[in-house]
């Protein structure tokens, strides 16, 4: 149980694109989902924290028109990168999680963004 | 700003040796959770330690909490190289999720 699927895995894109990424909890209903980036040989760096209906809470430095965060339903959120340029390539996590803080996150398997 | 900071950051052994890495702060957390990540994929929680004192064994693998909740430890008995990886710690306080920067262990055959 608790599993979350990201999508798509992999992406490569012209710079000035915007990518949308999808995260879905397939088996349980997440009040919480969470945005992570990852640069290499680097650890996961939060991004945002979204709870479902509302709007995204975003972490000193990151650009919140520039990484948009939809959380429509308990199931999905999505990212979607504006106008990607290549020092936005990086690998983005994205966790979900039932209830409030000391619950486990479950986290996806990852999208590795790259933008020429 | 809750910070982690994890020890070594590069360890490369021999099968069959032991080894532990560290993880301290100078605050308090809730919880403390170690991960482990391959390249190319989400990180995959190990254990979660809640208690100030705790102990937890995963097979090979112990670890433990501080009294204080400030620090946690991995030690892994008798490296296998099916150990080698990225291995995380992340505490939860009164922020969300927070991670080291990682210890990348490779056990060599």
């Known amino acids: 149980g608790a599993v979350v699927s990201q999508h798509p895995s992999r992406v490569i894109c012209k710079s000035g694109t915007s990518v949308k990424i999808e995260c879905r909890s397939l088996?349980?209903?997440?009040?919480?989902m969470f945005w992570y980036r990852q640069f290499p040989k680097q650890s996961l760096m939060l991004m945002a924290t979204?709870?479902?209906?509302?709007?995204?809470?975003?972490e000193q430095g990151v650009e919140k028109d520039k990484f948009l965060i939809n959380h429509a339903s308990l199931t999905l959120s999505t990212l979607t990168v504006t106008s990607a340029h290549p020092e936005d390539s990086s690998f983005y996590i994205c966790?979900?999680?039932?209830?409030?803080?000391?619950?486990?996150?479950?986290f996806g398997d990852g999208t590795r963004l790259s933008i020429l | 700003t809750q910070l982690l900071e994890q020890s070594p950051q590069f360890l490369s052994i021999q099968e069959g040796e032991n080894l532990t890495v560290y993880c301290n702060s100078s605050?308090?957390?809730?919880?403390l959770q170690w991960y482990r990540q391959e390249p190319g994929e989400g990180p995959v929680l190990l254990v979660t330690?809640?208690?100030?004192?705790e102990v937890k064994k995963l097979k090979r693998l112990t670890f433990q909490f501080g009294d204080a909740r400030k620090d946690s430890s991995l030690h892994i008995t008798a490296a296998q190289p099916g150990d080698t990886g990225l291995y995380l710690c992340a505490g939860e306080g009164n922020t969300p999720l927070v991670f080291g920067k990682g210890t990348r262990l490779s056990v060599i055959a």
């Open positions: 088996d349980f209903q997440a009040t919480t």
């Open positions: 979204s709870n479902e209906g509302s709007k995204a809470t975003y």
């Open positions: 330690v809640v208690t100030g004192g």
């Open positions: 966790s979900a999680r039932v209830g409030g803080r000391g619950q486990p996150q479950h």
């Open positions: 605050s308090v957390f809730s919880s």
